[in-house]
């Protein structure tokens, strides 16, 4: 069907260039005052590719660019404009389609209204063969060597929240400033004491010099829609949600928020 479209645009650039419309004395008419057939294929493949990749600036420049004739930017402009509209009413376009085949999280400008209010973020968090959400990976804000190290090796996450004593959300940390305080504490240490002494696993390593205190959580019975509009207002990476007692329960990433895990 994309050749169709392909037809389409030709001919609709062929009638755009016919004499009682465009004049006698355009620069793409030949001497018989006819349409050149070239011209009217260049504009209908200039068309056809920017109604698929949805690219408009670049095609017509690179279709024009390859004719060697800048005349030809106002048809194509125009058949590129109309077939980018045209497209958007079928399907979003060839790159969005790649992304979703890969799964990569590109999210929506605005949530869908079909599942506004339909959904909370408990209902869309990563449960266990019972149905119970999965514990969230996270940090004390005094911590220890070898517990820092083994929760790293465990998962490839790159935000954990930090809780307190009491096991309440004070903050955040990202993954790599702790492999980066993890490095410090490791040089400190083998600086003093030899680079060949084991290091203790009970090391002191503090995160209150490099976790986020401000951040901002959602409690976990927040309807979806409205969590993701402060995830994408405030274009955050990393959103903590939590229980009724301030208590981490996941970290939602771009992800959680792709319509299509929903549905």
């Not at 392909?6 to 349409?35: E, H, K, T, W």
């Not at 420049?61 to 590129?80: K, R, S, T």
């Not at 890969?102 to 339909?118: F, K």
Request: proline letters at 6%; glycine letters at 8%; aromatic letters at 8%.
């Amino acid at each position: 069907y994309l050749l169709g479209f392909q037809s389409l645009f030709s001919c609709a650039s062929q009638m755009l260039m016919r004499p009682d419309i465009v004049g006698s004395n355009a620069p793409f008419m030949n001497a018989g005052n006819f349409y050149d057939p070239g011209v009217a294929a260049a504009v209908g493949s200039a068309a056809f590719l920017n109604g698929s990749a949805r690219v408009t600036l670049f095609v017509v420049v690179m279709v024009a660019e390859l004719c060697g004739d800048g005349q030809l930017i106002l048809p194509m402009g125009i058949a590129c404009v109309v077939a980018w509209l045209v497209g958007e009413q079928i399907y979003p376009g060839l790159y969005h389609a790649q992304m979703d085949a890969t799964s990569i999280p590109l999210l929506p400008d605005h949530w869908p209204e079909a599942l506004r209010g339909t959904h909370r973020v408990k209902d869309v968090l990563i449960k266990d063969g019972e149905g119970r959400i999965k514990p969230v990976v996270s940090f004390f804000v005094e911590e220890t060597y070898g517990n820092v190290r083994r929760k790293l090796e465990s998962n490839r996450h790159n935000g954990y929240p930090v809780v307190g004593p009491d096991g309440t959300c004070k903050g955040l940390v990202r993954r790599r400033m702790l492999e980066r305080e993890v490095k410090q504490v490791e040089d400190t240490y083998r600086a003093e004491h030899g680079a060949i002494v084991e290091m203790p696993a009970d090391t002191p390593v503090l995160l209150i010099r490099i976790m986020e205190y401000n951040d901002i959580t959602v409690p976990i019975t927040l309807p979806l829609d409205r969590a993701f509009t402060v995830f994408k207002k405030l274009e955050m990476r990393h959103l903590v949600a939590v229980d009724s007692k301030n208590r981490p329960v996941a970290v939602l990433t771009r992800a959680f928020f792709m319509p299509t895990r929903i549905t």
